[in-house]
T-cell receptor
């Protein structure tokens, strides 16, 4: 089966511009997660979708970030307007909805490297 | 709040050697999950091994094994007979038992396997 796919792989934008990152989860995976790794720091959880609903968005840094998952398939993460501190790698992961954690694996995409200049 | 610490930013060993990556964490939870992920250069994050805190037995996956010391809150990863393909960033992660992959991550260890 196809893995988790993220687009673009790399984006360079100017401060103040808007960028939209996309994540296509594995087909049939209702759980979708966004994480990001700011340079030199730990990976941080951003939010979690169950199908089209936001289950947990406690990690979203501020209201410049907007995540959507219309129809419960792919998800987008929009940053508007982008700031320098938004630079980093944004990861997406997906997993099946049901099952014990030890039997349910989250699969990750390759990440989108965002550079704000 | 939970935290995960990886004290080794970078490690380098010769091929076929054994290497141990350290990870400590802090939590007041009694049951939780711990993970080791690897991210090879320019590739996606891959699950290496996982452990449920409820279980005393250390998890093992082929050449990868963990030393889980719950009282010490330590979760080290041992890679035996290291191979060139093991070169990657390794991340230790923590997850509360009722949290669905809301992972808390360490800063990562860059492991280089030299030929």
């Amino acid at each position: 089966e196809a893995g988790v796919t993220q687009f673009p792989s790399h984006s360079v934008i100017e401060k103040g511009q808007t960028v939209t990152l996309r994540c296509d989860p594995i087909s049939g995976h209702d759980n979708l997660y966004w994480y990001r790794r700011v340079m030199g720091k730990e990976i941080k959880f951003l939010l979690h979708f169950v199908k089209e609903s936001k289950q947990d968005e406690s990690g979203m840094p501020n209201n410049r970030f907007l995540a959507e998952r219309t129809g419960g398939t792919y998800s987008t993460l929009k940053v508007q307007p982008a700031e320098l501190e938004d630079s980093g790698v944004y990861f997406c992961a997906s997993s099946r909805l049901r099952g014990e954690i030890m039997n349910t694996e989250a699969f990750f995409g390759q990440g989108t490297r965002l550079t704000v200049v | 709040a939970q935290t995960v610490t990886q004290s080794q930013p970078e490690m380098s060993v010769q091929e076929a050697e054994t290497v141990t990556l350290s990870c400590t964490y802090d939590t007041s939870e009694n049951n939780y999950y711990l993970f080791w992920y690897k991210q090879p250069p320019s590739r996606q994050m891959i699950l290496v091994i996982r452990q449920e805190a409820y279980k005393q037995q250390n998890a093992t996956e082929n050449r990868f094994s963990v030393n889980f010391q719950k009282a010490a809150k330590s979760f080290s990863l041992k890679i035996s007979d290291s191979q060139l393909g093991d070169t990657a960033m390794y991340f230790c992660a923590f997850m509360r038992s009722y949290s669905n992959y809301q992972l808390i991550w360490g800063a990562g260890t860059k492991l280089i396997i030299k030929p």
